[in-house]
């Protein structure tokens, strides 16, 4: 039997470096989840389209399920288009189980994904919570910032890309917490395209008040136009964005193993997931 495909679903760049992290991220899951790479799909610089096999851990599985990438916006494919394609040899749609790679659920969560569900006709779609927020990003974030040159002492401006969305906003202040909680020190949030206050404002409020040095905390998933705006916001240091770490795989794998369960549990489908 086939086992629920995997469609990690990211926002898009045309940043080079964001493209070839997502597809990246893309393989890391798929070795988290037991999966053999080889050929061109082993080559993380390869184009932003990518597919890889998956190995379902049960012996009732006979095929081998899909891991794909999808972009909501500036790249292709579109998550209606890649669902679609999830088709079995026989013509037949493969259940799938859609990850949205997003820090925050905002308008893309809420809105974007389950049109792209709706507009692709698939009758077998499971979507789990976005990837933030979570500790595990936090910890990462920590670590991320202690590379950068921050040190205790040092104020922190926790960035993350901003959003009309309240929900969003909220999922924000919760990632800000973690963070602080984490350092145990105060953590300013600043925004770099939507919402107030910016990042740049808040460094300079920051050293208006006494800080002698600031660091920005990236909560931004991968390279691209909103990291490169963080260097220039005036700030000591910058940490590089969460990006491919081994805590980011396994959270994304088990988002998947969560949901592909369910759909197996409420289907005639008699295949173990991998890592289960």
Request: glycine share 8%; hydrophobic share 45%.
């Amino acid at each position: 039997m086939t086992a629920p495909a995997l469609v990690l679903v990211a926002h898009g760049t045309r940043s080079t470096r964001g493209v070839q992290m997502i597809a990246a991220l893309a393989e890391a899951v798929t070795r988290e989840l037991g999966v053999a790479i080889s050929g061109r799909d082993a080559d993380t610089s390869a184009a932003p389209v990518r597919e890889h096999r998956v190995v379902a851990g049960g012996p009732e599985a006979t095929e081998k399920p899909w891991v794909r990438t999808a972009f909501v916006d500036v790249l292709g494919p579109s998550p209606s288009e890649v669902l679609r394609d999830l088709t079995d040899a026989q013509g037949e749609s493969v259940p799938a189980v859609l990850v949205p790679a997003f820090l925050a659920s905002g308008y893309h969560v809420y809105q974007d994904v389950p049109r792209e569900v709706a507009e692709s006709g698939h009758p077998e779609v499971a979507v789990t919570p976005a990837m933030g927020p979570d500790p595990a990003l936090a910890r990462i974030m920590a670590m991320r910032l202690r590379a950068a040159g921050w040190r205790p002492g040092d104020a922190v401006v926790f960035a993350a890309a901003g959003s009309s969305d309240a929900r969003a906003r909220q999922d924000v202040r919760r990632a800000a917490g973690m963070l602080a909680e984490h350092l145990d020190v105060p953590v300013r949030i600043g925004y770099v395209a939507t919402g107030a206050p910016r990042v740049p404002e808040v460094v300079a409020e920051l050293r208006e008040s006494g800080a002698r040095r600031v660091f920005i905390a990236s909560y931004l998933l991968a390279h691209g136009l909103f990291q490169q705006r963080l260097h220039e916001a005036g700030a000591d240091g910058v940490a590089e964005p969460i990006g491919v770490h081994p805590a980011v795989v396994r959270l994304i794998a088990d988002r998947y193993r969560a949901a592909a369960r369910e759909l197996v549990r409420t289907n005639t489908f008699p295949v173990e997931v991998s890592g289960a």
